[in-house]
């Protein structure tokens, strides 16, 4: 069974201060991660695809990369604009198993 | 460009009731997906649609759950009789391939009383 988990739950940041986000995984065969991110009220946002270990993307303040067992979201210098939950799920290659299996989020609040 | 879009946005019904959400693709999508997030376990994977056919509905909880897709532009999905461990935010989502981000709309919150 495929399975995700993020840490921390939940993060608390001063503007400006970097960290990363953790999404640790189990898949028999990954065809893709994706990490999404989520405001109150409202549907996850496509961030990033990642397909391989080693690949790296980046979009503004974020950057993610992967290796065989686990990803990571860094987010340089953040503003109070990228407080959200982010969202990491994976896809398995298998085709018998195309849904995304979500893990449970990091709430990340940035404080000016 | 219109994203996936879903109705109502709130929902408010009492125990019993039929509730029928509904869910609008991004044009061209080939995929469509039903999820539910709750705070206990997150979200999950109702069913799938690829080219108007259900491929997976191993998420579907039980046979009050029912998912139809008429059209490539239309999906459903309804709960009959409801109850108050239905309530959830019901999210739907399209992709252009199996293998492509998942787009998502921004749910409705079904509340069951």
């Known amino acids: 069974e495929d399975q995700v988990t993020q840490s921390p739950e939940a993060l608390r940041l001063q503007e400006g201060e970097s960290s990363s986000l953790n999404c640790s995984y189990t898949?028999?065969?990954?065809?893709?991660l994706f990490w999404y991110r989520q405001d109150p009220g409202k549907g996850p946002e496509f961030l990033f695809t990642?397909?391989?270990a080693g690949e790296e993307k980046e979009k503004e303040r974020l950057k993610a990369t992967l290796t065989k067992k686990e990803s990571f979201l860094h987010i340089t210098a953040p503003k109070p604009e990228d407080s959200a939950t982010y969202l990491c799920?994976?896809?398995?290659?298998?085709?018998?198993?195309?849904?995304?299996?979500f893990g449970s989020g990091t709430r990340l609040q940035v404080q000016p | 460009d219109a994203g996936v879009i879903q109705s109502p946005r709130h929902e408010v019904t009492e125990m019993g009731q039929e509730v029928t959400l509904r869910c609008k693709p991004i044009?061209?999508?080939?995929?469509l997906f039903w999820y539910r997030q709750t705070m206990m376990r997150g979200l999950e994977l109702l069913i799938y649609?690829?080219?108007?056919?259900?491929?997976?509905d191993s998420g579907m909880p039980e046979d009050r759950f029912s998912a139809k897709m008429p059209n490539a532009s239309f999906s459903t999905l309804k709960i009959q009789p409801s109850e108050p461990r239905d309530s959830a935010v019901y999210f739907c989502?399209?992709?252009?391939?199996?293998?492509?981000?998942?787009?998502f709309g921004d749910g409705t919150r079904l509340s069951i009383l």
């Open positions: 799920a994976v896809q398995a290659r298998d085709t018998g198993r195309r849904a995304l299996t």
């Open positions: 990642l397909y391989s």
């Open positions: 898949v028999s065969g990954l065809r893709g």
């Open positions: 649609f690829n080219n108007n056919v259900p491929i997976d």
């Open positions: 044009s061209g999508h080939d995929y």
């Open positions: 989502a399209s992709s252009l391939r199996v293998d492509q981000p998942q787009h």
